[in-house]
């Protein structure tokens, strides 16, 4: 399997930007899956500590390597905002490909210290493990907000600050706040409001930095931002609320179609539809490729 650095670069040199979906149970596993190997793009599954902690670190492991061994496209493992350098170690420990550090609530100077330190403990477990580090604050929770998160704008990552925690740190991902959040607000849910980026700011952190560069909370993203952003320097685009809102409305609707049944594989099958259409829907966008901006 081609390594997650060469496919990275590949897809940005095409344009295209690799999505990142998590996952919390088979359903949504299978969901992504499936959904990568019809539409033929390379994907990336993440879990959170929250989703590791359900699902467990190793045994999520196990099952992608178990996945990889019938399909022929790339499929990666990321350890999705890992607060602690013992779960970091856990997860490459256990082969994920990349780790998602995130010690974006602590201080600058000891934001950059915790995630040095994790770097270099990483990449001595396996040297061709990628590390993420996260800089600003972009909310946390990716679940359904009552009203947007108003504070954040105060802290979009600026490219000075972006070029001094790559040097310092050594990532080879960067996840900045460039008017990305986490979540959802209810008006997002019916598609009445939608989020915007800071496509400008992108660029110029991605110029400053010269890496690859995830988005996170991307759920509720106007269509043609997603598509500036890959074209400014996007590499990785993560989408969990999405799925989690179609995971909980499709079960219900399911259980509420069926309301004797109690077989859970002909209970679950109509939610993995449901997800697979909003993963294709964003795997189709992500993979198209971008006017290169000016
Ligand atoms: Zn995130």
Redesign the pocket.
């Known amino acids: 399997m081609d390594s997650l650095r060469n496919v990275l670069t590949r897809l940005e040199e095409g344009g295209a930007a690799l999505g990142h979906f998590?996952v919390a149970d088979l359903v949504l596993l299978k969901a992504v899956l499936a959904t990568a190997d019809e539409i033929r793009v390379p994907v990336i599954v993440?879990a959170?500590e929250g989703e590791r902690r359900f699902l467990g670190t190793r045994q999520l492991a196990a099952l992608l390597n178990s996945f990889r061994g019938e399909s022929d496209l790339p499929i990666f493992l990321n350890g999705?905002?890992t607060h602690s350098l013992t779960m970091a170690i856990e997860a490459a420990k256990a082969g994920f490909d990349l780790v998602?550090i995130?010690f974006s609530a602590l201080p600058f100077d000891q934001n950059v210290s915790r995630t040095r330190e994790a770097v270099e403990a990483l990449k001595a477990i396996n040297p061709a493990i990628l590390v993420e580090g996260?800089i600003g604050d972009?909310g946390t929770g990716?679940e359904i907000h009552e009203t947007a998160q108003n504070e954040l704008k105060k802290t979009l990552t600026t490219p000075e600050e972006a070029r001094q925690f790559v040097h310092s740190t050594g990532v080879d991902i960067l996840?900045p706040a460039v008017g990305n959040m986490?979540g959802m607000i209810k008006s997002m849910l019916e598609g009445h409001t939608k989020k915007h980026l800071d496509v400008e700011r992108i660029a110029q952190i991605k110029k400053a930095t010269a890496v690859f560069l995830?988005l996170?909370?991307g759920s509720g993203t106007a269509d043609e931002d997603f598509r500036s952003a890959i074209a400014a320097g996007i590499n990785i685009i993560?989408i969990?609320t999405e799925l989690r809102v179609a995971w909980r409305r499709s079960l219900e609707d399911s259980l509420v179609k069926q309301p004797n049944e109690v077989v859970p594989y002909r209970i679950l099958p109509p939610v993995i539809d449901s997800v697979k259409q909003v993963v294709s829907s964003r795997l189709k966008l992500f993979s198209a490729p971008a006017a290169r901006a000016v």
């Open positions: 998590n993440g959170s999705d905002h998602g995130d996260e972009i990716s996840a986490h995830t996170h909370g993560h969990n």
